[in-house]
């Protein structure tokens, strides 16, 4: 049971959020004249509520190990080995981080330029974002990452190998993404490919700092591209 709790809480808080993207397409909270800016306010003020539960969950499930990993950590410790990602046995996780927070945030840059093609986007309404784009971006990396790293890695640490411990919340985190950008099987693999990686940083680091700030950047990007598509709401 110490296994399927943490486990099974975590499916359910992601069963919450889906529900509270469809929601929240719904019934937006009005504090802006851009629609998509109430949407998200919607949705994030749900994800924080439940971000909330689940850190009082995840605290106590394993009182000790949660005031060891609700930290930035130690963010230049060596970390384990990667190949698939050119992480080496002893790399630093300060220069494992600084990589990854370049490759994947340049990665999701490629994507979403594509993305931003296939509309005529106006780069002209980006200021007016940039507050909404930056709020957004911290309190959906930071709620995400409560629940699909803290949430895990804290109460399962010691009661399985990394490997299964990052898997799990690598499948968790796909599937969480089914209807993200970009969406189906291929949001799923991706998503869950950064799921696995950012378990390790947290595990590794025994904090997660290097997971917020990954996370972050590539909301940031995300985030601020979908901003830009939805210019037919603006008010």
């Not at 069963?15 to 802006?32: C, F, H, N, Q, Y």
């Not at 851009?34 to 971000?51: A, D, P, W």
């Not at 630093?92 to 490629?110: E, M, N, P, Q």
């Not at 599937?175 to 099987?185: C, E, K, T, Y």
């Amino acid at each position: 049971m110490k296994i399927a709790i943490p486990i099974i809480l975590t499916v359910v808080y992601t069963a919450a959020l889906l529900l509270a993207g469809g929601l929240s397409r719904i019934i937006g909270l009005e504090v802006s004249g851009n629609s998509f800016v109430n949407r998200q306010v919607t949705y994030q003020v749900i994800l924080l509520l439940i971000t909330g539960v689940s850190l009082l969950t995840t605290y106590i499930l394993n009182r000790e190990n949660f005031l060891t990993y609700f930290s930035f950590g130690q963010i230049s410790i060596p970390g384990n080995e990667l190949k698939v990602f050119g992480i080496k046995q002893g790399d630093s996780w300060l220069k494992t981080g600084l990589s990854l927070c370049v490759v994947i945030t340049g990665v999701t840059v490629v994507f979403m330029y594509f993305q931003l093609k296939k509309t005529d986007v106006d780069w002209s309404i980006l200021p007016n974002g940039i507050f909404w784009i930056v709020l957004f971006s911290l309190t959906n990396s930071f709620g995400e990452e409560m629940i699909y790293r803290m949430g895990l890695v804290s109460p399962l640490q010691g009661l399985l190998t990394p490997t299964k411990l990052f898997l799990i919340s690598a499948v968790i985190f796909g599937l969480a993404h089914i209807n993200g950008m970009p969406s189906g099987i291929i949001g799923i693999a991706l998503a869950g490919i950064l799921g696995f990686v950012l378990a390790k940083s947290v595990f590794e680091t025994q904090g997660f700092f290097w997971a917020w700030l990954i996370h972050f950047l590539q909301d940031l990007v995300i985030i601020g591209s979908l901003y830009l598509m939805n210019k037919t709401m603006y008010g």
